[in-house]
């Protein structure tokens, strides 16, 4: 029997943690947990726990702490996703995707051909949205530490403050020669750059190239924008990861 997990902060030195009000909700309400059922809590900082549920009416419960376990599941592939913001749930899509692939960051830009126009409190908002995806992802693939989403800058910002010689830089490029199976294993962490719904212009894949990114192809097909970052992960994870 799957066993629920829930994200719950903090360093877990007290046997007994509350659930804080939505927590609490989801799993007595939606879940329909009952007192002494097992579940499971994690700190996005590697921190897990496993315990029981002690409820006090139905709108109030602790998790009693019976076992700590080791943190073991995280990538030994240290990776940053940059991905070209899109409408819609594409990108509420390659968030959760990447995060249950093991990503360890994801850095969202905006590109030429972005269509979305977010800024100030708004931008934030969506912000804390995929950051919320990226806990449920966690929660859903047995992940105990949450990737963070950076706070969105442009794609130029994003490459001036570009290190080669600190992270392999992979931009998805369907009209490059080369493939994933042409690179080596790096010894540094890696960072995929993924266009919008629109693409990379040709313009923005030369600044990439520039900025010291490798274009590689993912094979005969374009992917669509939400497709293409998982992707990649999915790729490396297989040649240099854990899977």
Known sequence: ?????????????????????????YALTVLRLKNGFTVEIFNGRGGCARGTIETHGRHQADILITERLPDNNESPL?????QCISKGDRMDYSVQKSVELGISRIQPVFSERCEVKLTGDK???????????AINACEQSNRNTLPEILPACTLEAYLQHFEPENCLGIVGDPYAEKTLHHLTSPQ?????????????????VEQAINSGFQNVRLGPRILRTETAGPALLAITQALWGDI
């Open 1 to 25: 029997m799957r066993i629920s997990r829930f994200y719950l902060p903090g360093d877990y030195t007290a046997d007994r943690l509350e659930l804080p009000k939505d927590q609490c909700h």
């Open 78 to 82: 240290n990776s940053t996703l940059v």
């Open 123 to 133: 931008l934030e908002k969506r912000r804390r949205q995929w950051q919320q995806i």
């Open 188 to 204: 540094t962490p890696v960072a995929f750059l993924v266009g919008p719904e629109g693409g990379l212009s040709e313009k923005e």
